[in-house]
């Protein structure tokens, strides 16, 4: 049953996110990490173990000159306390969207609202609500995983099964180096 209202909760949050991508459709513009000043993170705060690795993006963006900010989401219903946002860390639990995902904390929408230049989506399986933040965001260049939402992402990196953010990391900012680079 809960399956059920989970799928048409979906479905609901989805039309809702179609018709406001349509009203307010974001600017799309090529980046790498030469063109780019600013950067949003998005990323699966559930595993504590991910917060290296976003804390080792960030140092290697602020050495491009990239001023980057991350927000983790944690599936749960309520925060710990081990998370605390500051100017470079918001998080976001399932109890700050409402029943179907609309974002209820300022900090979130602050995040979703900032026509970031490159927007990493840093996760190995993609909970609805990560695809939502994604799908909202005004940035103008997104770069995950492939498979997870190619409706989501500008630029997109093909990993095998066993690898994990660490390696989505380190390959998107390669490419990105690469990238109009000649």
Same mark, same amino acid.
């Given at each position: 049953?809960?399956?059920?209202?989970?799928?048409? *909760? @979906?479905? !609901?949050? #989805?039309?809702? %996110?179609?018709?406001?991508?349509?009203?307010?459709?974001? $600017?799309?513009? #090529?980046? +790498? /990490? $030469?063109?780019?000043?600013?950067?949003?993170?998005?990323?699966?705060?559930? =595993?504590?173990? =991910?917060?290296?690795?976003?804390?080792?993006?960030?140092?290697?963006?602020?050495?491009?000159? !990239?001023?980057?900010?991350? %927000?983790?989401?944690?599936?749960? &219903?309520?925060?710990?306390?081990?998370?605390?946002?500051?100017?470079?860390?918001?998080?976001?639990? *399932?109890?700050?969207?409402?029943?179907?995902?609309?974002?209820?904390?300022?900090?979130?929408?602050?995040?979703?609202?900032?026509?970031? +230049?490159?927007?990493?989506? #840093?996760?190995?399986?993609?909970?609805?609500?990560?695809?939502?933040?994604?799908?909202?965001?005004?940035?103008?260049?997104?770069?995950?995983?492939?498979? #997870?939402?190619?409706? /989501?992402?500008?630029?997109?990196? @093909?990993?095998?099964?066993?690898?994990?953010?660490?390696? %989505?990391? &380190?390959?998107?900012?390669?490419?990105? &180096?690469?990238? +109009? +680079?000649?």
């Amino acid at each position: 049953m809960s399956n059920f209202i989970t799928q048409i *909760r @979906e479905k !609901i949050a #989805l039309y809702k %996110l179609e018709s406001q991508l349509k009203k307010e459709p974001r $600017k799309k513009r #090529l980046h +790498n /990490l $030469k063109t780019a000043s600013t950067a949003g993170i998005i990323y699966d705060a559930t =595993n504590e173990a =991910n917060h290296k690795i976003i804390k080792e993006l960030i140092k290697e963006l602020k050495e491009e000159s !990239i001023t980057a900010e991350a %927000l983790g989401f944690i599936d749960k &219903k309520k925060r710990d306390d081990n998370y605390i946002g500051d100017r470079t860390y918001s998080f976001a639990c *399932r109890n700050d969207f409402s029943f179907f995902y609309s974002i209820k904390k300022e900090a979130i929408q602050a995040f979703i609202d900032k026509p970031f +230049n490159l927007l990493f989506v #840093l996760v190995d399986e993609q909970p609805f609500a990560i695809d939502y933040l994604g799908q909202l965001s005004k940035a103008e260049f997104k770069a995950g995983k492939a498979g #997870l939402d190619n409706d /989501l992402y500008d630029f997109m990196i @093909e990993l095998n099964e066993s690898s994990g953010i660490a390696e %989505l990391k &380190k390959q998107i900012i390669h490419y990105l &180096k690469l990238l +109009n +680079n000649h």
